[in-house]
């Protein structure tokens, strides 16, 4: 039982390149998310999913589109890297999200993302 | 909008002694809280959350956290701190009848001096 893991663990791109991270969890739960970590700042909610086949903004959204590929699988695409989203990517997940109702979220190790 | 406040950068305490990591938080209705801590290049691991009931939440590694509603706080607590306590703490809100997705806190760099 992996609980939620991420690839890649580094990468560096050259502005205006594109990647997708990839983030996937093993424990069979309905809600996952994007978080971005900068210093000083906490952690960002970017995209979230509360279910298969929904996806939602956060709190900065702009530059980042996602794909809930399956129950499994959550991605995060960068279409035109910018230095400003140099940054560490957290995916994490969550067993349940209904109205009035959330447990607690499980993250992954991160992605260290550089943009030159 | 929902909002929390981890008021010091960094708490430092001497091993053994009690140690207390504050926060503060704001939403428009009742909320669900959390405290994660965060080792040197790794992601965030989960150590408590209120969600209703008793006000004083125990969790893990000895950690307890008192939910005040009055003072809109949920400081973090430790009877007797380890060096290896030593981390960035980070405190987190969800209002009950907002979106998913949790708020955090800009974290609290706990160091325990030996």
């Known amino acids: 039982n992996a609980g939620v893991t991420q690839t890649p663990k580094f990468q560096v791109l050259k502005t205006g390149q594109s990647m997708t991270l990839q983030c996937a969890q093993d424990?069979?739960?309905?809600?996952m998310y994007w978080y971005r970590q900068d210093p000083g700042m906490g952690l960002r909610l970017i995209y979230y999913?509360?279910?298969?086949?929904?996806?939602d903004k956060g709190e900065v959204p702009n530059g980042y589109n996602v794909s809930r590929l399956n129950k499994r699988e959550f991605s995060l695409r960068l279409e035109s890297a910018a230095p400003s989203q140099t940054s560490v990517y957290f995916c994490?997940?969550?067993?349940?999200?209904?109205?009035?109702?959330?447990?607690?979220?499980?993250f992954g190790p991160g992605t260290r993302l550089t943009v030159l | 909008a929902q909002s929390v406040a981890q008021p010091e950068d960094q708490v430092n305490v001497a091993e053994g002694n009690p140690l207390t990591v504050k926060c503060t938080y704001s939403?428009?209705?009742?909320?669900?809280l959390f405290w994660y801590v965060q080792y040197p290049n790794r992601g965030l691991q989960f150590l408590l959350k209120?969600?209703?009931?008793?006000?004083l939440v125990k969790g893990s590694y000895g950690f307890e956290a008192e939910f005040n509603k009055s003072q809109t706080s949920f400081h973090l607590k430790k009877p007797s701190a380890l060096v290896s306590d030593s981390a960035l703490y980070f405190c987190?809100?969800?209002?009950?009848?907002?979106?998913?997705?949790?708020?955090f806190g800009k974290g609290t760099h706990l160091i325990i001096q030996p």
């Open positions: 994490a997940s969550s067993e349940a999200s209904s109205s009035g109702r959330l447990d607690t979220q499980y």
């Open positions: 424990m069979n739960h309905n809600s």
């Open positions: 999913s509360a279910s298969e086949g929904t996806t």
């Open positions: 939403v428009s209705g009742n909320p669900y």
């Open positions: 209120y969600i209703t009931g008793d006000n």
């Open positions: 987190a809100v969800r209002d009950r009848g907002g979106a998913d997705g949790l708020t």
